[in-house]
């Protein structure tokens, strides 16, 4: 059975250009999350989402960041313009909502280097 | 309230020691606390987790010791191998979906 699918693994771009980074979470699960990784931060979490409905945004940093749920197994981060600090690495995770410890798995990961 | 305070930042241990990684929490609404590993290059991986209604947890040389009342919880791993070289975060959640995770400790065992 796949895991979570993330694509592009790596992605280099200029700031100003905008950024998509797509995640396919595991057939079956309902709850979707974004993470963000850094040396200086740790693993953030950014946004999740239960059932394609947005429930915590809290952590999305601020208005050029933007995640979509178009439908129960696909979602997009958005980066618009993306600016240098942006450079991390970016995991989504899937989880069954409705199991009693909800184990989130997290997908390989997207290398996005902002120059 | 929602942090979790994650210590050493980093562990060098000698192949056939044991690694010990301790987590403190401070929000008592968390009832679910995993330990994930992650290697170079790769996502974040489930190792084991622990409710609070338990002191232990042991899945082969992987035990989990929980004090609720100190609100701690640590990782022991026996018998290190270097294959066990990766980073590990401690996690914690409450009754919704988010989990809150430790800053990570880098652990490092020398063959």
């Not at chain 1, 979570?4 to 693994?9: D, E, G, L, T, Y």
């Not at chain 1, 931060?41 to 946004?47: N, V």
């Not at chain 1, 618009?80 to 989130?104: G, H, M, N």
């Not at chain 2, 701690?72 to 919704?96: E, N, R, V, W």
């Amino acid at each position: 059975d796949a895991g979570v699918i993330q694509s592009p693994r790596h992605e280099v771009t200029e700031m100003g250009q905008e950024v998509t980074l797509r995640c396919k979470l595991i057939s079956g699960h309902n709850s979707l999350f974004w993470y963000r990784q850094t040396m200086m931060r740790g693993l953030e979490l950014l946004i999740y989402f239960n059932n394609n409905v947005p429930i915590d945004d809290s952590g999305m940093p601020e208005d050029r960041f933007s995640a979509k749920m178009p439908n129960a197994s696909f979602s997009t981060l958005k980066i618009q313009p993306s600016e240098p600090r942006d450079s991390a690495v970016y995991f989504c995770a899937s989880s069954l909502r409705l199991a009693a410890q909800e184990t989130q798995y997290f997908g390989p990961g997207t290398r996005l280097l902002v120059l | 309230q929602q942090q979790v305070k994650q210590s050493p930042q980093s562990l060098i241990v000698q192949k056939g020691g044991i690694s010990i990684i301790n987590c403190a929490y401070e929000n008592t609404a968390f009832d679910y606390f995993p330990w994930y590993q992650q290697f170079p290059g790769k996502g974040p991986a489930l190792l084991i987790a622990i409710r609070p209604d338990v002191s232990e947890k042991k899945e082969g040389r992987f035990t989990i010791s929980f004090n609720k009342s100190a609100k701690q919880f640590s990782l022991h791993i026996m018998d290190s191998q270097p294959g066990d070289s990766a980073t590990y975060f401690c996690a914690a959640k409450g009754s919704g979906s988010r989990l809150t995770f430790g800053e990570g400790t880098q652990l490092t065992v020398n063959p």
